[in-house]
């Protein structure tokens, strides 16, 4: 069997860019599929969104609005291939389900609330507070199936950065209270794998630069002491198959275009621990990794940035790169036999309100559809104006007379005279967004403005008197000679193709002004942009986001991707700050 761990950053930009959930699983061609940072609250949980046929997913979401983490953010995510989910003995499909590793978020049905006041806490965890235990959880970085031969933890490990001293602890008690868990499963007998981004990248060979400073927070301490190769401890599946590959990462800045030079790191990760299946764990060289996995590598052909993309520094910056800032990672497993026929957890989406509320039956949908058919023929028919208590009487009824309505409308509408829908597009554009050169235009005072909208009015409702309106005395169209009405036709079209000509050479004149404009923007610009000293190009500029003296002033960098100081192509790691205005050094 093959499980797959994959940080999407974001299910919904991946489902949209591969058309549909059930072709994104497919692409990775897995049995079991773990998926880190979906990015959903629980109110997000709709069909589309979490259920694909063949698969039966698990989700946990973030509960917690702490820190500007809203429900939008975070949240891990299970997807088991299967053939049957209502009864089987397949290995995917998990034999339970629990959301978080606290205990705490457990159910007694699936989505519904718990009924116990104080659920009980996970062995293991007892030494931390229930409000300790509860904000770990309540971001959604955690997911436990039991597929009966192994316990399989689907997780998104904490970031943080070196001066949040808040968060660094945030990531400490999430690792310890992680390894707790763990290890009491690994002391009742039980065998793991540990999936996902855990946002550590445990030596210099997981990683493309340098950072002795990291070291200080003991993350990379703490990892490496868990994957030693003896009894009981983790072990690094993917170091395991390749101990001595570089360069071997799984994830890039976005903001840098770090890929194209491949300067990134290895976070993602596939561990593993406990005996083997043959029941020779006593023996040398027999543990769960060494006898059963078979292979363990990076996918990757899901990276998005793909040989003949255009440099940065040539137009690149410009381009949008579909898909994650990580790539997958997978394992595959030989000789796991199958499980004792079991039925699908309840923390399964198929049980979810949201969910299993929103289907439809098909025999539904024709039925709404023939209803709404006999209404419209209904109204072919008897075309006459319902009555009040008539027109609100079903939905079908009034959504068929409000098209109705509106297509006589439409109809009355193409009689209205030109100069009304010239009027009504003046008037609806006011508020629509401003041309280039209006701003070097001068400003009309707005006594010029009212005369010339009077005057245009005044013209408006001439041509509307004499169009709609027959003065007596005077013959109609039917009584006039021919040679009156060519010539009462030949001087409106005269009239009609110079205002026309007119219109168009004024078009022409403003959009030549706007373009000499935004010339002339552009090259007071590409002026005031310095050139970066390694390769005497044009920089790209940024503003500061971080909180602190510095947020929000702007400054420059060097263009090119982000890459290793060796290679001449890479970023040659220019910066200068933005020239000040004196109006801010003044403290105006």
Known sequence: ?????????????????????????????????????????????????????????????????????????????????????????????????????????????????????????????????????????????CLITDHGHFVLFNIYGPRAVQDDSERIQFKLTFFKMLERRWECLLHQGRRIIIVGDLNIAPAAIDRCDADPDFEKNGFRRWFRSLLVQNGGRLLDVFRAKHPDRKGAYTCWSQSTGAEE????????????????????????????????????????????????NTPRWKGGRNIKLEGSDHVPVYTSLVEIPEVLQHSTPSLSTRYHPQVCGSQQTLGSMFARRQTTEQVISEESESPQTPSHEEFFSTPEKYDSRASHIRMLGSQSNANIPACIEAKKKARHGQGSQLTLN?????????????????AGSKLCQTEISYSLIEPKGVPSADDESGASKDCRSNAIDNYQNESQLDACDTDKQKRKVALQQWQRIQQLMQNSVPLCKGHQEPCVSRVVKKAGPNLGRRFYVCARAEGPSSNPEANCGYFKWAAVSKSKGKGK
């Open 1 to 141: 069997m093959k499980i797959v761990t994959y940080n999407i950053n974001g299910l919904r930009p991946r489902i949209q860019q591969y058309g549909s959930l059930r072709k994104l699983l497919d692409s990775l061609d897995a049995d079991i599929i773990c998926l880190q940072e979906t990015k959903l609250s629980k109110h997000d949980l709709r069909a589309d969104l979490v259920r694909a046929e063949g698969y039966e997913s698990f989700f946990s979401c973030t509960r917690t609005n702490d820190r500007g983490r809203s429900g939008g953010y975070s949240g891990v995510a299970t997807f088991c291939r299967v053939k049957s989910a209502f009864l089987s003995n397949e290995v995917a499909l998990p034999i339970s389900a629990e959301e978080g590793f606290t205990g705490l978020l457990a159910t007694s049905k699936g989505y519904e609330p718990r009924k116990e006041e104080f659920p009980s806490i996970a062995e293991g965890l007892e030494c931390f507070s229930r409000d300790e235990l509860l904000k770990v959880d309540s971001e959604g970085r």
């Open 261 to 308: 030079f491949n300067f990134g790191s290895r976070i993602d990760h596939i561990l593993g621990a406990g005996s083997c299946l043959h029941g020779e764990e006593n023996q040398e060289g027999h543990d769960f990794v060494t006898c059963h996995v078979a292979e363990c590598d990076i996918l990757m052909q899901f990276q998005r940035w793909k040989p003949g």
């Open 438 to 454: 209006s701003f070097f235009q001068k400003r009309i005072h707005r006594s010029e403005t009212s005369s010339s909208s009077f």
